[in-house]
């Protein structure tokens, strides 16, 4: 129980320095105009209306995997970059 508040205030303060505007583009090209499931698309929704760091937390706690969105909008060098860019370019 302490361990996980410890990783839930850890994780809070490492998304304070978050681009929430950028991340909020980022998810909108990805699940823009897709088929979602209705859990997702309430979550995404709220984060949409309020970008933030308790909306991404949210987010964070459906799918482990959007941490990696929201470390592409922390300053600095980013090591899952490869996941969303196209190489095609």
Not at 20 to 37: N, S, Y
Not at 53 to 63: E, M, P
Request: glycine share 6%; aromatic share 14%; net charge positive.
């Amino acid at each position: 129980m302490i361990s996980e508040w410890f990783s839930k205030r850890r994780l809070k303060r490492w998304l304070k320095g978050c681009d929430f505007e950028m991340a909020k583009r980022l998810l909108a090209k990805r699940f823009g105009g897709g088929v979602i499931p209705k859990d997702l698309a309430k979550l995404l929704d709220a984060f949409f209306s309020d970008p933030g760091v308790n909306t991404a937390l949210y987010l964070i706690q459906y799918d482990i995997d959007f941490i990696a969105l929201f470390e592409l909008t922390q300053p600095g060098p980013r090591f899952t970059e490869h996941i969303f860019t196209d190489r095609s370019e």
